[in-house]
């Protein structure tokens, strides 16, 4: 039991909401309803408005708005955006050697943005550190600068702007690749989001407890947008710390196909060089397909492939199945996953979570 919670704190929780299945109505950045180019975090008033009407099966007139419209905030909009996320999950794992599940609370917290035309200061507060004990300190924050409508700099602590930036972070291309919650870096990050092209670049560097090591990293995407609602790149992470060093390359793609219809996928090959040891080489793939069944309820396919060492089958870990996720009303985000699961260390099991996400 201990084991499948310290993994789920480590890899499940997400940073924020991220909706990158938006490629299918044509938003092909990330900028057009979050304060983040990165996306996920505290919402513009259009996305605000985006989730009543485009994204919830049922809304009422004020519910785009903070608790529903229960909170006035008409007098501070021009300068004052407030988020946040209350996230928990039921996993259950089941195979020829062992029957478990449980509840994980992943995320409780509120996050504030105070803006203007060409800066942002954003914090998130409130963090679970491990399971049932909270505590009110941010664990992200930064300053953006909005150098011009395409060019911004952000500069703070935060998760690179690296890969697909997928809420699931059990999936093998954030979690198991360092990109998961709790795993935020002292970063600066510039990003150009243009029409057709995406340049982002940046440097972070690992806080005492993630690495004792002296752990920094330079990484950069570049992406083009096709036919206005794909898109596709490539990305390179360098990391090295004073005992190894640790590259990640890969390919990932945003395709919408129709409005009803998306395919997201990202395959990286990471190569980890310990100063002291032996190279290894490992890959990991993501691929999600969705489909809106109708307004709000999406059908998906999932398939997760995992390989920390390719000369070594017992490190492999794939994972294949259908879940729903139904977005009801506002503010209300709510999935199911169903996987076979097969594993070096047993033949082939079932692996399913349910996700219940609030957010402001």
């Excluded at 909009?77 to 062992?98: C, K, M, P, S, Y």
């Excluded at 992200?140 to 690179?160: A, C, H, M, Q, T």
């Excluded at 000369?311 to 879940?323: D, V």
Aim: aromatic share 12%; hydrophobic share 35%; net charge neutral.
């Amino acid at each position: 039991m201990k084991l499948i919670a310290s993994l789920l704190i480590l890899t499940l929780n997400s940073a924020a909401w991220a909706f990158p299945d938006m490629i299918k109505h044509g938003y092909t950045n990330c900028t057009a309803c979050h304060m983040s180019p990165a996306g996920g975090g505290v919402l513009n008033q259009y996305g605000r408005n985006l989730s009543k009407d485009l994204i919830s099966t049922w809304s009422g007139e004020k519910e785009a708005g903070v608790f529903h419209g229960l909170v006035n905030t008409e007098k501070v909009d021009e300068w004052l955006a407030l988020g946040g996320d209350f996230r928990g999950v039921q996993v259950h794992q089941e195979n020829d050697t062992i029957k478990r599940g449980r509840w994980v609370n992943m995320q409780a917290g509120v996050e504030v943005a105070v803006f203007q035309p060409s800066w942002a200061l954003v914090a998130f507060i409130g963090q679970y550190v491990k399971q049932n004990e909270w505590k009110e300190y941010s664990p992200r924050y930064y300053g953006l600068w909005n150098i011009r409508d395409e060019l911004s700099l952000k500069v703070g602590k935060f998760l690179p702007n690296f890969g697909i930036n997928l809420p699931d972070h059990i999936i093998s291309t954030r979690g198991p690749l360092q990109f998961g919650y709790g795993m935020e870096k002292e970063s600066a990050e510039m990003s150009w989001l243009g029409e057709e092209w995406n340049f982002i670049g940046g440097y972070a560097k690992s806080p005492k407890y993630l690495s004792a090591n002296n752990q920094s990293a330079v990484y950069g995407v570049v992406s083009k947008v096709i036919l206005e609602n794909k898109k596709v790149g490539i990305q390179h992470y360098a990391e090295s710390d004073d005992t190894q060093k640790r590259s990640i390359t890969g390919v990932l793609g945003y395709l919408g196909w129709s409005k009803d219809l998306s395919t997201l996928f990202e395959i990286d090959q990471q190569e980890t060089a310990p100063k002291v040891g032996v190279t290894k080489t490992g890959y990991s793939m993501t691929q999600r397909t969705s489909y809106e069944l109708t307004k709000g309820v999406h059908a998906i396919v999932l398939n997760d492939y995992l390989q920390t060492d390719s000369k070594n089958g017992s490190t492999k870990n794939y994972k294949y199945g259908p879940g729903l996720q139904w977005f009801p009303r506002p503010h209300l985000d709510l999935q199911a996953f169903w996987t076979r699961e097969q594993s070096g260390s047993f033949k082939e099991g079932d692996y399913a979570w349910l996700v219940l996400h609030y957010y402001l």
